[in-house]
């Protein structure tokens, strides 16, 4: 199942915590459930279901002296084939200004045009 079926069957309440933890990019399970909104029961269920869909992280730490979870977005797989030519990497990764003249972008549309699908 990819990760936009998994988020489409979520609950509002989860969609709600998926963002936060998006949005933060990591957050204390006690912290969580307040910013939700939500009591700390419904916050576990919440975080504990984001975790078993695969979307979140969680692991065990101690925040202002009490057990509790961090919470934080699952690693993505990234698909970088868009951005391949054959076996060359674009060259305007990592470029401020792209020069569409230049032989390292001719190299690349060529390696683009002629691969095989």
Do not use: C
Not at 14 to 27: F, N, S
Request: aromatic share 10%; hydrophobic share 35%; glycine share 6%.
């Amino acid at each position: 199942m990819s990760v936009s079926e998994l988020e489409a069957d979520l609950s509002e309440d989860e969609r709600a915590g998926l963002e936060l933890i998006r949005e933060t990019g990591g957050i204390h399970q006690s912290d969580f459930w307040k910013e939700l909104d939500v009591s700390s029961r419904k916050g576990s269920r919440i975080a504990e279901a984001l975790e078993e869909s695969g979307l979140i992280q969680r692991s065990d730490t101690v925040y202002n002296g009490h057990n509790t979870y961090y919470l934080e977005p699952a690693p993505r797989d990234l698909d970088f084939s868009l951005l391949m030519a054959g076996d060359m990497l674009s060259p305007f990764i990592g470029e401020e200004e792209v020069d569409a003249q230049a032989d390292a972008f001719s190299q690349w549309m060529m390696n683009l045009a002629y691969e095989e699908y």
